[in-house]
């Protein structure tokens, strides 16, 4: 008992939200500050639809991240929802860290969010300005001054998620507000999600590369089934790919199933360097229509 408190004396552990409008890289920078893709990615907005925690291990500090939706004005109740997920993982955390994108100022989404954080008594906030490798030093020196007019951070951090820059600057500055306490996850986990649930975010995100238009909005996946054959070094996954209109199907099937080929064939690989094994991926297409604005449909799958 007395090694256990040893190692727990001085460590600090803490739950972070991570938030920001859609597509200013919030997915982008959990997987860099875990060093494991657990978030999906993409250049669309609002691929993020649910909270997702990703555990960082660090000597003598743990966070566990809380990669959000983007926060946007919206009327459609898929996106409402996604809101409403993000907003209220701002009062469950230790510490709030607000991702804006440097080269593309989102004045609307980003209001709303400092109007949630001036209500009440929130947690420390750190403000990170990603992108910093495609804009020039005057612009990135007016947002900082700007940025620290608006709100009370406790520090300002210009960053690139993509290329890791000062990202661990980052994480020293969040260390500092991290209250102390044990870990909460063991070392070898990095995720609360399953790997089903992960699999089928993974698909999702090769629907968002590959498709156009309103396709990847209107598109949900589920796994069907997700089985673990040991002996054979395979996990056998059948998944479905939701989609609203009969006029999407052949979309996402494509002429002679070679879109729904490509799908698949790029979401097993990144399902294959998460599992660490072979993977048979089987994947279907279904109708299931307007569920999207559809309360009952959208619990059905996920939201």
Same mark, same amino acid.
């Given at each position: %008992?007395?090694?256990?408190?040893?190692?727990?004396?001085g460590?600090?552990?803490?739950?972070?939200?991570?938030?920001g409008?859609? +597509?200013?890289?919030?997915?982008?920078?959990? +997987?860099?500050?875990?060093?494991? @893709?657990?978030?999906?990615?993409?250049?669309? =907005?609002?691929?993020?639809? /649910?909270?997702? #925690?990703?555990?960082?291990?660090?000597?003598?500090?743990?966070? *566990?991240?809380?990669?959000?939706?983007?926060?946007?004005?919206?009327? @459609?109740?898929? +996106?409402? @929802? %996604?809101?409403?997920?993000?907003?209220?993982?701002?009062?469950d955390?230790?510490?709030?860290?607000?991702?804006?994108?440097a080269? /593309?100022?989102? =004045?609307?989404?980003?209001?709303?969010?400092?109007?949630?954080?001036?209500?009440? @008594?929130?947690?420390?906030?750190?403000?990170?300005? /990603?992108?910093?490798?495609?804009?020039?030093?005057?612009?990135?020196?007016?947002?900082?001054?700007?940025?620290?007019?608006?709100?009370?951070?406790?520090?300002? !951090?210009? *960053?690139?998620?993509?290329?890791g820059?000062? *990202?661990?600057?980052?994480?020293?500055?969040?260390?500092?507000?991290?209250?102390?306490?044990?870990?909460?996850?063991?070392?070898? %986990?990095?995720?609360? %999600? =399953?790997?089903?649930?992960?699999? #089928?975010?993974?698909?999702?995100?090769?629907?968002?590369?590959?498709?156009?238009?309103?396709?990847?909005?209107?598109?949900?996946?589920?796994?069907?089934?997700?089985?673990?054959?040991?002996?054979? +070094?395979?996990?056998?996954?059948?998944?479905?790919?939701?989609?609203?209109?009969?006029?999407?199907?052949?979309?996402? !099937?494509?002429?002679?199933? #070679?879109?729904?080929?490509?799908?698949?064939?790029?979401?097993?690989?990144?399902?294959?360097?998460?599992?660490?094994?072979?993977?048979?991926?089987?994947?279907? *297409?279904?109708?299931?229509k /307007?569920?999207?604005?559809?309360?009952?449909?959208?619990?059905?799958?996920?939201?």
């Open positions: %008992m007395t090694d256990i408190i040893e190692q727990i004396k460590f600090k552990s803490g739950f972070a939200a991570i938030i409008a859609p +597509n200013v890289g919030k997915s982008t920078l959990l +997987n860099t500050m875990i060093g494991e @893709k657990i978030s999906i990615t993409s250049s669309k =907005p609002q691929t993020t639809r /649910n909270r997702i #925690a990703g555990v960082c291990h660090q000597p003598g500090f743990q966070i *566990v991240f809380l990669d959000t939706p983007g926060i946007h004005m919206s009327k @459609k109740p898929l +996106n409402s @929802k %996604m809101v409403e997920v993000a907003m209220s993982a701002i009062s955390v230790d510490l709030v860290l607000l991702v804006i994108d080269s /593309n100022p989102e =004045p609307a989404s980003e209001q709303l969010i400092l109007n949630k954080l001036k209500e009440g @008594k929130k947690p420390p906030a750190i403000l990170a300005i /990603n992108k910093v490798d495609i804009v020039k030093k005057p612009k990135l020196l007016h947002l900082i001054n700007k940025w620290a007019k608006a709100y009370s951070f406790e520090e300002i !951090i210009p *960053v690139s998620a993509l290329e820059t000062q *990202v661990d600057d980052l994480m020293s500055a969040m260390k500092k507000l991290l209250p102390d306490g044990p870990p909460y996850f063991p070392e070898d %986990m990095i995720t609360d %999600m =399953p790997e089903r649930f992960i699999a #089928a975010e993974m698909i999702r995100e090769k629907v968002f590369e590959l498709t156009a238009q309103e396709i990847p909005f209107s598109t949900a996946v589920t796994i069907e089934a997700f089985e673990e054959l040991t002996k054979k +070094n395979l996990v056998r996954i059948h998944a479905a790919i939701h989609i609203e209109r009969k006029s999407q199907k052949g979309i996402i !099937i494509g002429k002679q199933g #070679a879109m729904l080929r490509q799908i698949g064939e790029a979401a097993r690989l990144d399902i294959e360097r998460m599992v660490g094994t072979r993977v048979f991926l089987k994947l279907f *297409v279904r109708i299931e /307007n569920w999207s604005r559809d309360a009952k449909a959208m619990r059905k799958l996920g939201y």
